[in-house]
């Protein structure tokens, strides 16, 4: 268990991907068995056991410390399960004579110790249980201890990440582990002989198992002199969360239906209504989006939804979900991926018709005869052919008709070309360093814009954060702006000087605005990021709030279309 | 009767004040005759009348100061009582940083011992701490809640070492104080067997050498020429503190950010200057040691100094200690923060970065 925590406090300080990915790698090297499966299902989060409640364990450490300094140590260290791992005193010595003097000191547990004693270890029993844990571990492993039993292990890394190291012990990317992930529970003893060529490839019995993605490219006005628009096909791209449904019968017969997110989450229990649609044997690659009376609605209505924790029938009612299929990726045990794209649409346009079911359809292909047709879709989408969805298209997908579906980011296939962002003038208010390669450089931007001020004169408020979108060479521009421009520090952030005479004003660009409670504007940007830096223009020609909100509502509109829906 | 201490020693705009012998202790403002425990700036200022310390902590201010630091000096001999007035004297090893010294003040029956910063864990830099029993024991308490346990230092000095292994291409940035914590660092370096030479910023230099002419072993070292940052990957380079993020530290390859505090035990602390390798490794005594030391002493009553003084003002209290806290102003209130000596440069560190950057 120590090695595992002190893998976790280094990553927890480690913000460079590739410094993670080896970290990760060394520990899967040297970590036995069952102890580095259980870390991996820590990761990844799959682990599963009644938690400790904060009560417990501060119970456990008023009766070893003084209960006034624990007070003054966790107000100063401000987290219960490290003031605790901290302060934690060596086990009182028994009286010589008295029992248990003789008793020799506890044993350092092991992860899977841990594990599969909050497995199965009774209520009353779990307290003492605790304590000699605590008692045998070092500070860093009582605090990953402390964090884990109480649910609130935070790893730092992604579960892709953890995927891609073990992957990476055999020489397999990380989608060769996500093809057999769905079959496997910890400790993946299986898995690490596989990678490591110690075993066969474990064979997934999961009749409806993830299968990794296939990513665009996004593409560039160089990239298509280069490009036959022959040879490729178009869909639209719509604005909802990429999903993959699959269905199955499993040995016993039963149905088995999956939603999967991009990321091989499994998120079935979030959408009832949509698994009840798959009743199918294969598997559809499409895009999760809400419609009302046949019509696609904004990413702001499907938010709506993601936010909500329960799955009421209201919910139900009022956001009912449904899959635009662009891709079918295995139909009745058969893998179609090996088949060109021209081939699979074909397959899907069918496959879907034999379903006959109104949750799921097929995404259109938009025809288009040159590069400049295309962009003219792309700019009205409304009369390509997106007809009253077309708020809800955020561009268009290039395929090519021969490309197999190759999981990863192949370049070259598949592109995306979204359509042009929201832009604003904005002011930066505020400038933070950034972490890891940028954390000398001040690279991450609070920018606002101008509203009226409650003493009838203007004011910039602020509406977001960027931190990228500028090149090597601008960021070391900005960095010296900000140096040259604070008027106030607060640790890692600066105030710059900004007002009607004074500041810089930054094009941001973005994919469109929510409502926010969080921001004092009541607006946030989805994916804002620095367009241009206007170094030439007066900040007081910056755009207004209600910019913004114009913005705001024309994504909203769609959201009451006869009916009201409360709460939202 | 003996002498209650409150008449033996008072605190003043100064800092405290012997008028029995005419003294102040560390002041942080110019007086006629001050007694200096150890050479960290926030301890010892110039432009003090006469100045009485070790040779040591005399000769680190000279480095620091120039040699017209104050009007006249003397050397204290560890241990040797003199008389001062209507006051007995001695200095007596501290173990914080080369030269320090614990302060023992004696005037009718009655001891006060001044510990100035101290620790009790080997540091193969300077003496170590002795005790010195006393009525009145006057500690700080930079780390005085008892979540501050320092493990030993030379794991965490091999911590370094590992990363080094792990990652042989990038350079290791080590934030260390540039008087004490970076030669000790530069020590258990070596004591680990490292034999490369250690990189240093350039304000690091002056006291490293020092310390090199005091006769402690700190192998090669080399300063940091700034158009060969770019190839320093693969080696451990020392600067202060507020260097890590500095546009100083960006031309090495892929630095890893390390920082050797006592403070480093607290992620938070350690989150907040993204820290990504934090060492613990402290001149000060942690929670443990500051109680043990107090017993060892046998006073019967503590005056608690800057750090957290609540805590340990508690601890006292259960122990059946007598215990107050002493408000002092103008030492680190960070504790192991070394003010500048330098006058902060108006253009690029106002008060409020300093405070928020170089703790």
Not at chain 1, 198 to 226: Q, T
Not at chain 2, 74 to 91: D, H, K, N
Not at chain 2, 108 to 125: E, F, H, L, N, Q
Not at chain 2, 146 to 154: I, S, T
Request: proline share 7%.
């Amino acid at each position: 268990m120590n090695d595992f925590a002190h893998l976790l406090d280094r990553l927890g300080y480690e913000p460079r991907r590739n410094a993670k990915l080896r970290l990760l790698q060394d520990f899967f090297r040297h970590a036995p068995d069952p102890e580095r499966g259980y870390a991996l299902a820590a990761m990844t989060g799959h682990l599963s056991f009644r938690e400790a409640k904060p009560g417990l364990i501060r119970g456990l450490v008023e009766a070893r410390v003084d209960p006034e300094l624990f007070r003054m140590s966790y107000h100063y260290v401000g987290d219960l399960a490290e003031a605790t791992a901290l302060i934690w005193p060596a086990a009182p010595e028994p009286e010589p004579g008295a029992p248990g003097h003789n008793r020799p000191p506890p044993q350092v547990p092991s992860l899977a110790e841990v594990v599969e004693t909050l497995g199965n270890v009774g209520k009353a029993e779990l307290p003492a249980r605790i304590a000699l844990w605590l008692d045998a571990l070092d500070e860093t492993g009582r605090w990953a201890l402390l964090k884990l039993i109480t649910g609130e292990l935070r790893v730092g890394v992604s579960a892709r990440l953890a995927k891609t190291a073990v992957a990476s012990l055999g020489g397999f990317e990380a989608d060769a582990v996500e093809e057999v992930w769905h079959g496997l529970k910890a400790p993946y003893e299986p898995l690490f002989a596989w990678v490591e060529g110690k075993g066969e490839r474990p064979e997934s019995l999961n009749p409806a198992p993830f299968r990794p993605p296939m990513l665009s490219h996004p593409i560039e006005d160089e990239d298509f002199p280069k490009l036959d628009p022959g040879a490729f096909g178009a869909e639209w791209k719509w604005d909802g969360i990429r999903v993959q449904l699959a269905g199955g019968l499993d040995r016993a017969g039963q149905r088995v239906a999956r939603i999967y997110s991009r990321t091989g989450e499994d998120i079935s229990g979030a959408f009832p209504d949509l698994t009840d649609a798959i009743t199918f044997a294969g598997a559809l690659d499409g895009e999760l989006l809400i419609l009302r009376e046949e019509r696609v609605q904004s990413f702001n209505v499907l938010q709506q939804r993601l936010n909500r924790k329960a799955v009421t029938p209201k919910l139900l009612r009022d956001f009912p979900a449904h899959v635009r299929a662009y891709d079918l990726l295995a139909a009745d045990g058969e893998d179609l991926r090996g088949l060109p794209f021209a081939e699979r649409r074909t397959r899907l346009e069918a496959f879907v018709a034999g379903l006959d079911h109104a949750r799921i359809d097929v995404s259109p292909l938009v025809p288009f005869a040159d590069w400049e047709a295309l962009a003219a879709a792309r700019r009205d989408p409304a009369a390509a052919g997106g007809g009253p969805d077309a708020d809800a298209i955020e561009g268009v997908m290039l395929k090519r008709l021969t490309s197999p579906y190759m999981p990863g980011r192949p370049k070259g296939p598949w592109w995306k070309w979204k359509r042009e962002p929201y832009r604003v003038d904005a002011v930066m208010m505020y400038a933070q360093r950034g972490h890891g390669k940028r954390s000398s450089f001040y690279s991450d931007y609070t920018f606002g814009v101008w509203r009226d001020a409650p003493d009838g004169s203007e004011e910039l408020v602020p509406v977001g954060k960027a931190y990228h979108g500028f090149t090597d060479e601008e960021l070391a521009r900005l960095d010296r702006y900000v140096r040259n421009h604070t008027v106030k520090r607060f640790g890692p952030v600066r105030e710059v000087e900004y007002g009607l005479r004074t500041g810089l004003v930054l094009e941001i660009a973005f994919e469109g605005v929510q409502r926010s409670t969080r921001h004092k504007s009541g607006v946030a940007m989805r994916f804002p990021r620095v367009g241009r830096i206007r170094w030439d223009k007066p900040t007081a020609e910056a755009d207004r709030i209600e910019a913004l909100e114009r913005i705001l509502e024309r994504g909203e509109r769609e959201i009451r279309p006869g009916e009201a829906i409360d709460g939202g | 009767m003996a002498t209650r201490p409150t008449e033996i020693l008072s605190l003043t705009r100064e800092g405290l004040y012997c008028p029995a012998g005419d003294f102040h202790v560390d002041p942080v403002r110019p007086v006629a005759r001050a007694l200096i425990t150890h050479g960290h700036a926030d301890h010892a200022r110039s432009g003090h009348g006469a100045v009485w310390a070790t040779p040591e902590t005399l000769r680190i201010m000279a480095v620091r100061y120039g040699e017209d630091f104050c009007e006249t000096r003397q050397e204290a001999r560890l241990g040797e009582a003199v008389r001062l007035g209507e006051v007995t004297v001695s200095f007596h090893p501290a173990g914080h940083v080369l030269g320090s010294a614990q302060i023992a003040i004696t005037q009718g029956g009655c001891r006060i011992v001044v510990s100035g910063d101290y620790k009790r864990a080997p540091d193969p830099t300077c003496l170590g701490f002795e005790v010195v029993p006393c009525d009145v024991f006057i500690t700080e308490a930079t780390f005085g809640l008892p979540v501050f346990r320092h493990p030993d230092a030379r794991d965490e000095v091999r911590r370094l070492l590992d990363s080094v292994r792990l990652f042989p291409e990038r350079t290791h940035i080590v934030g260390a104080y540039a008087l004490g914590k970076a030669q000790r660092v530069m020590a258990l370096l070596r004591e680990e067997g490292f034999c490369e030479p250690i990189y240093l910023h350039g304000a690091m230099e002056k006291l490293t050498e020092l310390y090199k002419r005091e006769g402690i072993p700190l192998g090669e070292t080399i300063k940091v020429v700034a158009a060969e940052r770019p190839k320093l990957g693969g080696r451990i380079v020392l600067c202060p503190p507020s260097a890590i993020q500095d546009l100083w530290s960006r031309k090495f390859p892929d630095p890893v950010t390390a920082f050797a505090s006592g403070w480093m035990r607290v992620r938070a602390r350690a989150r907040q200057k993204g820290v990504e390798l934090p060492l613990v490794i402290s001149d000060h005594s942690d929670w443990d040691d500051l109680c043990r030391t107090i017993r060892d002493t046998g006073a019967g009553e503590v005056w608690v100094t800057h750090g957290q003084e609540d805590a340990l003002v508690h601890w006292c209290g259960t122990h059946g200690i007598r215990a107050k806290p002493l408000h002092m102003l103008g030492y680190g209130d960070e504790g192991e923060a070394e003010p500048d000596p330098a006058p902060a440069t108006a253009a690029d560190a106002p008060a409020a970065d300093a405070a928020g950057e170089a703790a």
